[in-house]
C-alpha cells in the first residue's frame, strides 16, 4: 500500500484539473472540428450555438492548471515551458482563434459566418492537436530535443489520437445536445471515430510502451484495463442503440481510464527521466496554502460549469 503524500495530492489536483479539461473543452473542440464535416450553413450554426454559451467555462481548467503547476511544482514549470514554448504558443493562439470565432459569429453578416466556421474549424484542429503531441512529447521524456520535437513520429501520434478522441466526444454531444437531422450524420461518424481512436491507441502503445508496461506491472493497471474493456463494450452497446446521453458518458469514462492508467504508468516521474514529484514540488507551507485555495476553486468552478450545463439544457433547434 503506497502512503500518498502532500506532494502525491498536489500532483492529483493537477491532474484533475487537466482531466477535466480534456473532458470538457475537448468535447468543444470535436465540435469544432466537426464544422468540416458539416457543409450545410444551419447545421454549422446549431454545432457552434450549441457549444457557445458553455466553452469559457469550460476553459477555466486550463487556467486553474497553469496557475497551479506554478505555484505547485515552480521547476516543471520552468523546465518543461521553456522546452514546450513554441507547441504551447501555437494552442494558446488556436485557442484565441476559436474564441474569437464563435463569439462573433453573432455579430456579423451571414457572409462572414463561412470564414468564420472554417477559422473555428482550423483553430479546434490545431488545438487539438498540439494538445495530443504535448502529452506524447511529456511521455517520451524527450522535452529537450529542439524546437519541432513535437512534430516527430510519436508525439504526432498522440496528436492525432486525441483529435480522434475529441471528434468521437464532438459526435456523441451532437446527438445529445442538436435536435434535426445532425444527430443521425453524428452518429454515423461516432463508429468512424471510435475505430480511428482505438487503431490510433494501439499504435500508440505498440510505438512507446514504456509506461504501459509499467502500468501492467501494477494492480492498479489491471483493474483499470478491465474497467476500460468493460467500458469499451458498453459503449458499443449504447451507440448501436442510439442512446446519445449514455454515449457520452462512457466516451468521457475511457477517455478517464486511459489517464489514470497513463498516471499510473507514469508515476513517480512528471517528467519521465528528470523529474519526479518529490523532486519539483514546492516547499510544504506552499502547497498547504495552495491546496487550501484548491479546496474552495474547484468545487466552485465544478458548481458554475454545472449550472451553465444547466441553463442551457434545452436542445438546439
Same mark, same amino acid.
Given at each position: 500500500?503506497?502512503?500518498?503524500?502532500?506532494?502525491?495530492?498536489?500532483?492529483?489536483?493537477?491532474?484533475?484539473?487537466?482531466?477535466?479539461?480534456?473532458?470538457?473543452?475537448?468535447?468543444?473542440?470535436?465540435?469544432?472540428?466537426?464544422?468540416?464535416?458539416?457543409?450545410?450553413?444551419?447545421?454549422?450554426?446549431?454545432?457552434?450555438?450549441?457549444?457557445?454559451?458553455?466553452?469559457?467555462?469550460?476553459?477555466?481548467? /486550463? %487556467? +486553474?492548471?497553469?496557475?497551479? &503547476?506554478? $505555484?505547485?511544482?515552480? !521547476?516543471?514549470?520552468?523546465? =518543461?515551458?521553456? #522546452?514546450?514554448?513554441?507547441?504551447?504558443?501555437?494552442?494558446?493562439?488556436?485557442?484565441?482563434?476559436?474564441?474569437?470565432?464563435?463569439?462573433?459569429?453573432?455579430?456579423?453578416?451571414?457572409?462572414?459566418?463561412?470564414?468564420?466556421?472554417?477559422?473555428?474549424?482550423?483553430?479546434?484542429?490545431?488545438?487539438?492537436?498540439?494538445?495530443?503531441?504535448?502529452?506524447?512529447?511529456?511521455?517520451?521524456?524527450?522535452?529537450?530535443?529542439?524546437?519541432?520535437?513535437?512534430?516527430?513520429?510519436?508525439?504526432?501520434?498522440?496528436?492525432?489520437?486525441?483529435?480522434?478522441?475529441?471528434?468521437?466526444?464532438?459526435?456523441?454531444?451532437?446527438?445529445?445536445?442538436?435536435?434535426?437531422?445532425?444527430?443521425?450524420?453524428?452518429?454515423?461518424?461516432?463508429?468512424?471515430? /471510435? %475505430? +480511428?481512436?482505438?487503431?490510433? &491507441?494501439? $499504435?500508440?502503445?505498440? !510505438?512507446?510502451?514504456?509506461? =504501459?508496461?509499467? #502500468?501492467?506491472?501494477?494492480?492498479?493497471?489491471?483493474?483499470?484495463?478491465?474497467?476500460?474493456?468493460?467500458?469499451?463494450?458498453?459503449?458499443?452497446?449504447?451507440?448501436?442503440?442510439?442512446?446519445?446521453?449514455?454515449?457520452?458518458?462512457?466516451?468521457?469514462?475511457?477517455?478517464?481510464?486511459?489517464?489514470?492508467?497513463?498516471?499510473?504508468?507514469?508515476?513517480?516521474?512528471?517528467?519521465?527521466?528528470?523529474?519526479?514529484?518529490?523532486?519539483?514540488?514546492?516547499?510544504?507551507?506552499?502547497?498547504?496554502?495552495?491546496?487550501?485555495?484548491?479546496?474552495?476553486?474547484?468545487?466552485?468552478?465544478?458548481?458554475?460549469?454545472?449550472?451553465?450545463?444547466?441553463?442551457?439544457?434545452?436542445?438546439?433547434?
Amino acid at each position: 500500500m503506497i502512503a500518498l503524500t502532500l506532494d502525491d495530492i498536489s500532483a492529483a489536483t493537477l491532474a484533475v484539473s487537466l482531466l477535466m479539461y480534456l473532458l470538457l473543452d475537448g468535447t468543444d473542440l470535436g465540435v469544432g472540428m466537426l464544422l468540416f464535416f458539416f457543409r450545410d450553413a444551419e447545421a454549422r450554426r446549431k454545432l457552434s450555438l450549441s457549444i457557445l454559451p458553455i466553452w469559457d467555462a469550460n476553459e477555466t481548467w /486550463l %487556467v +486553474l492548471l497553469a496557475g497551479g &503547476m506554478l $505555484a505547485l511544482f515552480p !521547476l516543471l514549470y520552468s523546465t =518543461l515551458f521553456s #522546452a514546450i514554448y513554441l507547441p504551447l504558443f501555437i494552442m494558446l493562439l488556436a485557442l484565441v482563434g476559436r474564441a474569437v470565432a464563435l463569439e462573433y459569429r453573432g455579430h456579423v453578416s451571414r457572409r462572414w459566418h463561412r470564414y468564420l466556421d472554417l477559422a473555428h474549424g482550423l483553430s479546434s484542429l490545431i488545438a487539438a492537436f498540439t494538445q495530443g503531441a504535448l502529452v506524447g512529447l511529456v511521455i517520451t521524456g524527450r522535452t529537450q530535443q529542439g524546437p519541432f520535437s513535437w512534430l516527430t513520429l510519436y508525439p504526432t501520434l498522440c496528436g492525432f489520437g486525441l483529435m480522434a478522441a475529441y471528434l468521437l466526444c464532438g459526435c456523441c454531444w451532437i446527438m445529445w445536445r442538436i435536435s434535426g437531422p445532425e444527430p443521425a450524420f453524428a452518429h454515423q461518424l461516432a463508429w468512424l471515430f /471510435l %475505430v +480511428l481512436s482505438l487503431t490510433l &491507441m494501439v $499504435a500508440i502503445n505498440l !510505438l512507446e510502451n514504456g509506461a =504501459l508496461l509499467q #502500468a501492467w506491472q501494477r494492480v492498479p493497471g489491471k483493474v483499470l484495463m478491465l474497467m476500460m474493456a468493460l467500458t469499451l463494450i458498453a459503449l458499443l452497446r449504447a451507440l448501436y442503440r442510439e442512446r446519445p446521453i449514455l454515449s457520452l458518458a462512457l466516451v468521457l469514462t475511457l477517455i478517464t481510464l486511459c489517464w489514470a492508467l497513463l498516471i499510473v504508468g507514469l508515476y513517480p516521474w512528471l517528467l519521465p527521466g528528470q523529474l519526479t514529484i518529490s523532486q519539483a514540488a514546492a516547499t510544504p507551507a506552499t502547497q498547504r496554502f495552495l491546496l487550501g485555495g484548491y479546496a474552495l476553486i474547484l468545487p466552485l468552478t465544478l458548481a458554475y460549469n454545472s449550472w451553465a450545463f444547466w441553463v442551457f439544457r434545452a436542445k438546439v433547434r
